[in-house]
């Protein structure tokens, strides 16, 4: 007997939406197996990662606030990559924007700046965000260099500048020598939606970026050309679409976004300018958009999904001593998973029994 | 059917009498998920036979040969080889029994020489100057000339071919598979290859002739075995049928014949190329140099030549995927379009229909209606101020349709679910459907069946009786005789002074395919007359 992958006439759009819930449930298969190896008991560890930050009002708003940066970033993403293109540096891009923001924010502190800081700081972001992606675009298009590598390299860049403004020029002089800015004033926060919660208004407007990306991709010609260059790249020159300019492009809406989340983050939940802003985001957020199909209403899903397992991993942390780092190993194994699981949309399992009778495997 | 089948055994019945084929398939099935790509094949080759294996494409040529020379597994039947059946681990174990392939597509390295080349494929016992040695003895016994230094990216089509059946010939095989070998040769090439074929089944070996060509097979084969559908309709001697009897046994019907509609007037010029010449954008790539042609509205101007004389490239030139500096060496419509993009030209009211029929010209995992859009995105009232209008396009779909009888499971399938045919009809009905004032189409029907391939040519002509300029670059001389009024060869880069379909015979679009000039003769015409 053998078991053999047979390419589909179609693809299947049935599996289209079920394998990310394969691997979701792949990945819990595995996780049980570790936290039995971990010496912990798998049902508690489960029910602490996925049911216990379900069940409070505080988790709940927490799942939405830590999927607000994953799902802006991830939407960007999902436009690079349905066109070919890999960004792999959100992560820096989202420090980019958050220093180009905060910058603003640490320049008008304590003056009388009135209501335009806010606005201006995410402006300024998006732009820092964008020109910081178009760093590893243009080296492409120019030069032929790896953006995988480029944009990649380019986090660590970004995480050292910040570093040094954070203990050098920006340092809070009454913050007892503690790496960070000091807190923003009111005029350079991003509001809370309920009084005394943890929701912000980034939260609305990751749900627009949503709402943008599923019309863009869905009903107009750019988001053709951006689909087609991925997917065909000689049918799409032949269409009379310019791959190059769309890698500039893409890379410049995901930088955008990656540098908005960021000034979002420090001004809404952080308040301050301060190394470790970030727990990875813009490397989540790569998870997020596979996971989600790289389809808008799929990648806000998704979002909420990895933001629960954040969630879920710092309980599990205080609750049974499971190490913060299981999270990065759940991630981790999802995304091979959501991968794997993929290559089921284009092709099927069958069993092959040497004495020829065929048997086909549902899949 | 036995007797029936022995009856027609052009081999005397004496030879074949108490001996067992050479190779033999009993019942052979290859099946792919649901589709039968082999149902229960069984074929005789007997020594000192040329067997022709015919069909269309899709007839399930290719996957016989591969399961005979060891590529893949059948799913059900056997193979015996003199006799005794055999079970193929993969090709080296075909090639050490005696079962030599030639495929369609050469499996070359373009930086090595031809003897490097050669060696890769043989087992290595012996020292590179042995095989060498060997190399060219072999090339010259067979008429095959070779200059084993050569790096193969200097050498033309025919010859990588004499190096892939050279190769094959330093095996000694006592059967040997061509896959479509004339399908890249000029006419006298192919006589050539006739030649050295003809010479192998005197020594006794067996050669399976895969071809679509009809005048080919009953000039050569003593036998010929058709397939339609995976399935085998009959074995019967070709040179006792007709092409066309041949002809309805693969398409099984009759093929719809095409007729130039009459009231056919040139008009004006539609499509100029003047003294256009590019670099190669890639290594070993063609240069295109001085073309020049005038196409008038009305007109069909074929372009023959061996594959990879820079008709891609003319192509891309022409349709604006690759620019030339010059904005006056592209008129389309009495307006410069060299510097133009492809969007640019085809508003202009150009169209194009590349080669590549998945890939090129669809994306083969998007809708069709999704294909429409790719190249009506400009022109044709689909996308409005940046939204694309999905009911437009859906219904271009339809009527290409409707117009072009494409066959598909449901109304809006993605491209690669198509057969070939029913997709270059989509393809094809998807640009005339624009009106377009010129055209250029690459290979219409390459590797396409009979009754689409006769759709699609009657809808070039019809096209041009319309007003349209058509230019068609084709490898079929024959598609070209049928709907061109002048044929023009390309060789190296450059393109011949056309000539009237009525003048342009095999012989003569022969020699320029092969390099050779008319200019002499016609001179010594002109000097008659």
Redesign the interface.
Known sequence: MQLVL?KR???SNTIALVSPLIAIGLTIVTMTILFAILGKNPLLALHAYFVAPLTDSYSLQEIAVKATPLVMIAIGLSLCYLANAWNIGAEGQFLIGAVAGSWIAVKTQGTDAGAWVLPAMLVLAAAAGALYALIPAICKVKFGASEILTSLMLVYVADLFLDYLVRGPWRDPHGFNFPTTAEFDPVATVPLLIEGGRLHLGSIIALLVVAAAAILLG????G?EI??VG??P???????FNANQLIILTFAVSGALAGLAGIIEVAGPVGHLQPGISPGYGFTAIIVAFLGRLNPLGILIAGLFLALTFIGGEQAQIAMKIPLDVTKVFQGILLFYVLACDSLILYRF?LVFPN?Q?A?GTG | MQAHQRMLDPTPNGLHSGESPLLQTLGLTKRYGDFLANDSIDIDIWPKEIHALLGENGAGKSTLVKAIYGLIQPSAGEIRWQGARIVLSGPSEARSRGIGMVFQHFSLFDNLTVAENVALGLDGRESFKDMSARLEQVSKTYGLPLDPKREVWQLSVGERQRIEIVRALMQDPKFLILDEPTAVLTPQEADQLFIVLERLKAEGRAILYISHKLEEVKRLCDTATILRGGKKVETCNPRLETAASLARMMVGGEIKEVKAPAGRQTTVPRLVVNDLSLAPSEAHGVRLEHISFELKGGEILGIAGVAGNGQDELFAALSGERLSRDPGTVVIEGIAAGHLSITQRRKLGAAFVPEERLGHGTAPRMRLSENALLTGHAASGMVRRGFIDTAATLKTVDRATETFDVRKAKRDPEAASLSGGNLQKFIVGREILRNPAVLVVSQPTWGVDAGAAAVIRQALLDLATAGAAVLVTSQDLDELAEIADRIAVMFHGRLSAPLATSEATREKLGLLMGGSSLEPKEAAHAVGA
Do not use: D
């Open positions: 047979e006439a179609e693809r009903r107009t010609i750019k053709f689909r087609v997917a065909a000689r049918a799409a020159r032949f269409g009379g069958k020829r065929v086909r």
